[in-house]
């Protein structure tokens, strides 16, 4: 299995070589220096996006940081071979996952037509999202992937009523919104919306409980109706334990599924997530989106996720993939495994993004 200490302790072996301090190298990708001391302590792995940028830094290649190792010229194809499988399966589990994906005929939460994103800056004016269309069914869990600046957290910003589009249709619910005046998109956001941030969003002077509670008082939910909702979605999600702590007495991950909860709570036609993991430790990533995966098929929620995370990606039922604005493609899971819809999300990157992922050569999806 794919061993992140040993991991951490190679990043830290080249980063020395180099001549760097921590603060160093995380200047150099973008990152914080926090950032760093968890990769090299084994907290946590590098996003996907930064992959490549790191080992071009470190002058290694792909397999070799996921080795944790110098990895000779002769040994290469059985070793990438070797640390191919092994991440896929510290990072996947080795689980087959039955797809949450509904029927052909299930009803569209989220229609998506021709929508574009104009910006006008003093400079010139950039087309942050363009021409986009896609549809979204009832109780399925969406994906959104795309590189920094790809449209992606705009698209999303512009579903969740926050932002507006310079042209297009969008409905949820069978509901237009594009056209709706301040106060009822706030009026709409409460009553047909959940979200799910990378920083919880949640309130400190609050308990748990609490903060699960406000979110159905703002919907006017009978007060008889709230205490017996609360403890059933959150016994499903493992909280019910912690409910009466506040968010800075548990973990990120407790904070997360009490953020799930919160959503979950008000029955909403679309819970939209932006980055729900960019926080998490891999362990407490994993459990949320277990949590997701659930929440889909035992609640039938529907879900939009924006992520950049391929981890994260594979247990989604589509993927949507974007690049400087536009939609570039899609991808079903169908009845795939969480493994093979994995190596199909990198394929599927690597021929958007034009770039060469060693690891990638023994993947036969």
């Not at 080249?14 to 995380?26: N, V």
């Not at 092994?86 to 939460?109: D, M, P, Y």
Request: proline letters at 3%; aromatic letters at 6%.
């Amino acid at each position: 299995m794919m061993n992140q200490d040993k991991i951490g302790a190679f990043i830290s072996e080249r980063r020395k070589a180099k001549g760097w301090t921590q603060s160093q190298l995380a200047e150099k990708l973008g990152v914080t220096d926090k950032a760093v001391s968890k990769w090299e302590t084994g907290r946590s792995m590098p996003d996907l996006s930064l992959f490549m940028p790191l080992c071009v830094l470190l002058e290694i290649t792909l397999n070799e940081l996921f080795a944790g190792e110098c990895i000779s010229e002769q040994n290469l194809k059985e070793k990438a071979d070797e640390v191919l499988m092994s991440v896929i399966a510290s990072w996947l589990g080795q689980e087959k996952q039955v797809s949450t994906a509904q029927s052909a005929v299930a009803k569209t939460v989220l229609d998506v037509q021709n929508v574009s994103k104009r910006y006008q800056t003093k400079a010139n004016a950039v087309l942050a999202v363009n021409n986009v269309s896609f549809q979204i069914p009832h109780g399925s869990f969406v994906g959104i992937m795309g590189a920094s600046g790809s449209g992606k957290t705009t698209l999303l910003n512009i579903i969740a009523t926050i932002d507006k589009p310079t042209s297009g249709k969008i409905s949820i619910g069978g509901q237009s919104i594009v056209d709706m005046p301040e106060n009822e998109a706030a009026d709409f956001r409460r009553g047909h919306l959940g979200f799910v941030f990378q920083e919880y969003n949640l309130l400190d002077t609050l308990t748990l409980y609490e903060n699960i509670a406000l979110a159905m008082t703002i919907k006017n939910v009978p007060a008889k109706h709230v205490a017996q909702t609360i403890l059933e979605i959150s016994e499903a999600l493992g909280i019910t334990a912690i409910l009466d702590k506040f968010p800075h007495e548990v973990s990120g991950g407790q904070r997360q599924r009490c953020a799930c909860a919160r959503a979950l709570v008000v029955n909403p036609e679309l819970i939209l997530a932006d980055e729900p993991t960019g926080a998490l430790d891999s362990h407490a990533a994993r459990q949320l989106l277990g949590t997701f995966s659930m929440m889909c098929r035992d609640y039938h929620a529907t879900i939009l996720m924006v992520t950049h995370d391929v981890v994260a990606a594979s247990h989604c039922d589509r993927i949507l993939f974007m690049r400087d604005g536009e939609l570039k493609a899609t991808l079903n899971r169908d009845a795939k495994s969480k493994q093979t819809f994995f190596a199909d999300i990198l394929k599927k990157m690597e021929w958007i993004e034009g770039e060469s992922y060693d690891v990638l050569e023994t993947v036969n999806p």
